[in-house]
């Protein structure tokens, strides 16, 4: 494994740690409701990886059940949104890498939600989910 990339990042107070092994499967915007209401953001940059190639190497995240089989990870010591989880893949928060200059995103998700005012990357595809 150590031919493969590895992308680290954690929360603000250095609680909780995670790291991701490959490829990501994805990078790019959520512009979707829930994610802007768990972000506090008008839009959630992420990195998307396979669950199985993301573990978390120091303290626990706390997990908000938002929905059916999707959950919300997040620092319960200092607050910071961590993850998006379900559907055999996890979203972690660009914003939250250690190296964010790797992971540049290349599409949208959800673009027909997005708040009007807000654009970025405007030559990227815009994909419903």
Avoid at 11 to 27: K, S
Avoid at 32 to 50: D, I, K, L, M, Y
Avoid at 95 to 105: A, C, E, F, M, W
């Amino acid at each position: 494994m150590s031919n493969q990339q590895k992308t680290t990042g954690g929360c603000m107070c250095g609680e909780v740690r995670y790291e991701a092994i490959g490829e990501p499967l994805h990078i790019g915007y959520y512009h979707c409701h829930s994610c802007r209401h768990h972000t506090g953001a008008p839009a959630a940059a992420v990195v998307v990886f396979e669950t199985d190639k993301v573990c978390f190497t120091q303290g626990d995240r706390s997990i908000y059940n938002s929905s059916p089989g999707i959950g919300r990870g997040f620092c319960g010591q200092c607050g910071t949104t961590l993850t998006w989880e379900g559907r055999g893949s996890i979203s972690l928060q660009i914003g939250t890498l250690d190296d964010p200059n790797n992971h540049v995103p290349t599409l949208h998700w959800y673009y027909e939600e997005r708040i009007p005012w807000f654009e970025v990357a405007s030559d990227l595809p815009r994909l419903k989910d």
